[in-house]
């Protein structure tokens, strides 16, 4: 990947949160940003996944934002589960051997708390600091299908939990 011509179509300011490490929140952006190829890179670091990136809009991203964006999508699938096999892991956030599973899974180490079994070849989440941005319809997604976290699927799940607790009560 020619990471020169990868990110041209994005502007400086773009370029450096989406490289950024420590930035993992990029609604902001993507309501601030024009039509283009620009929304629809920021509309897949705020709510999409590996999977989400086509051969096109792969192509846009340097070699730090596509491992940027494996990294999300280790978020995501943190923040959904709690045991995780290193085949999903390599398979969801697209990566080869076992070892680039354990080094994407300490590269979170700041956003959540994990063991690894390194004989099982399981990951467990032990506790997520920090999620990513929902999706609250703001405007309509073109390259992200259903994100995961939704502000509806929110709010559902959480009125389900607010019966099961009611019931549980009585």
């Known amino acids: 990947m020619d990471d020169e011509l990868a990110s041209k179509d994005l502007s400086a300011h773009v370029v450096v949160a989406l490289e ?10 993507w309501l601030e940003s024009s039509t283009g190829a620009e929304q629809c890179v920021l509309e897949l670091f705020s709510f999409g ?23 999300l999508t280790m978020l995501t699938l943190s923040c959904q589960e709690r045991v995780l096999s290193y085949e999903r892991i390599r398979d969801e ?11 994407l899974v300490m590269s979170l180490g700041s956003l959540a708390e ?25 405007r309509a997604l073109i ?11 929110i709010l559902h799940d959480l009125q389900r939990w607010q ?8």
Request: with cysteine; charged share 25%; aromatic share 4%.
């Open 143 to 153: 390259v992200v299908g259903s994100p995961v976290a939704s502000g509806q699927e």
């Open 49 to 71: 996944k590996v999977k989400d990136a086509g051969a096109e809009l792969r192509a846009m991203l340097t070699t730090a934002m596509w491992q940027k964006l494996q990294r």
């Open 163 to 170: 019966r099961k607790l009611g019931n549980d009560m009585l």
């Open 20 to 29: 950024d490490p420590s930035h993992i929140h990029y609604k902001d952006l």
């Open 93 to 103: 956030c697209a990566l080869g051997a076992c070892g680039e599973a354990e080094q």
């Open 114 to 138: 994990f063991s690894i079994d390194q004989v099982k070849q399981l990951v467990v989440v032990q506790k997520c600091r920090d999620c990513r941005d929902v999706y609250n319809g703001e």
